[in-house]
Nanobody
Framework: QVRLVESGGGPVEAGGSLRLSCVAS????????MGWFRQAPGEEREGVAVIYTLGGATYYADSVKGRFTISQDNAEHTVYLQMNSLSPEDTAMYYC???????????????WGQGTQVTVSS
């Protein structure tokens, strides 16, 4: 099992930027994919960005391509999500997830963090 702790969320004005961090601990050696997901009130959870820990392949939701960048620091067991040009539509709870399989943007990950709130004001 992997424990995930997110940080970096908060309030931001439209057009602004935030960087989310997710630190993993526990069985990190077995982790093949880590990702960021988000859930707005009344909406289903959706995949935002995923990175495969071996090889570094990345996947993005169409709604964030060109604005968000996922990256990893394997030595620190940390995944980042750089979010630029934020809009009110990006307001949601953002969750970090990890899994032993390469699951791309599906929500079938078996380890989840508690989430960090991102609120974008217009």
């Amino acid at each position: 099992q992997v424990r995930l702790v997110e940080s970096g969320g908060g309030p931001v004005e439209a057009g602004g930027s935030l960087r989310l961090s997710c630190v993993a601990s526990g069985d990190t050696a077995s982790t093949k994919s880590m990702g960021w997901f988000r859930q707005a009130p009344g909406e289903e959870r959706e995949g935002v960005a995923v990175i495969y820990t071996l090889g570094g392949a990345t996947y993005y939701a169409d709604s964030v391509k060109g604005r968000f960048t996922i990256s990893q620091d394997n030595a620190e067991h940390t995944v980042y999500l750089q979010m630029n040009s934020l809009s009110p539509e990006d307001t949601a709870m953002y969750y970090c997830a990890a899994d032993r399989d390469e699951l791309a943007l599906t929500c079938e990950y078996n380890s989840w963090g508690q989430g960090t709130q991102v609120t974008v004001s217009s």
